[in-house]
């Protein structure tokens, strides 16, 4: 059984329902989505800068339609490099090109610089806002994740898991236990609905404030080793689960 896993690089709901559309609609397997309290808090406004910097070279339909929701949908030349110049000119650099004349440049993890006092005072203002626009914008959002499993579920047999992303203890004092106990409740309901499953790691991954270099990004390599391995566990349990009962008489 195969398993695509749209959890990577901080993905938005629009670069998601990207790269669903280019999973056939008879897979038969696994997508694993990380879709936690940030991404559906987040305001059409932000979504749509993802269509003035498209980090991501997608070019479907359905991820034109979820752009042209949030913003002006993208305008296609049937040229693939004439649709796709932002991305071009973006990692056309220096780098780049020492690349092409020397070889592959060894990626060196250089470790991160703990953050000042102005930068926390930053992230803890934008944590503050996703928190603030949460309940007004979750079912919006919620309606990108139901269009993308819809279309996916079509014809194949697709198991879809909702992942809850690592999140650094220091932002529960943002989040009030009610507010967080709101989410839960949004979320279990959802899954049990729309026969998803959802999963949230972070206690059982033991994830500590000094794991994590902001409120998102966990930078201690022990604690990314711990919470990968439990994810490929669950994840093995789950498709040996899967596989089981398919099986069975």
């Known amino acids: 059984m195969s398993v695509h896993d ?105 470790p991160n610089q703990p953050l000042t006092d102005a930068a926390w005072e930053k992230e803890t203002a934008e944590v503050s806002a ?33 992942l809850e992303p690592p999140f650094n203890p220091r932002g529960d004092r943002l989040i009030s236990a009610e507010l967080r106990q709101d989410h839960d409740q949004y979320m279990a309901p959802w899954a049990q609905t729309r026969g998803l499953h959802y999963w949230a790691l972070n206690r059982d991954a033991d994830l500590l404030e000094r794991h994590f270099f902001d409120f998102v990004h966990v930078h ?4 990314e080793t711990r919470y990968t391995h439990l994810l490929a566990e669950r994840i093995a349990t789950f498709l040996s689960t899967n596989q089981a009962t398919e099986e069975s008489p």
Do not use: C
């Open 6 to 110: 749209l959890t990577a690089k901080g993905m938005n709901l629009i670069e998601m329902a990207g790269l669903m559309s280019l999973i056939d609609t008879d897979f038969n397997g696994v997508v694993l989505m990380q879709i936690g309290m940030f991404h559906l808090a987040q305001t059409p406004k932000e979504l749509a800068v993802i269509a003035d910097l498209p980090r991501l070279m997608l070019d479907t339909p359905h991820y034109d339609r979820e752009i042209a929701n949030v913003a002006v949908a993208p305008g296609r030349t049937g040229n693939y490099f004439l649709d796709h110049w932002k991305q071009y000119s973006y990692h056309f650099n220096t780098k780049f090109f020492l690349q092409l004349l020397n070889g592959p440049i060894p990626e060196v993890r250089e």
């Open 130 to 162: 996703y928190v603030g626009n949460y309940k007004a914008q979750r079912d919006r959002n919620r309606a990108i994740v139901d269009r993308m499993i819809d279309r996916i579920r079509r014809h194949g047999q697709t198991e879809i898991i909702l």
């Open 220 to 223: 201690s390599v022990v604690a």
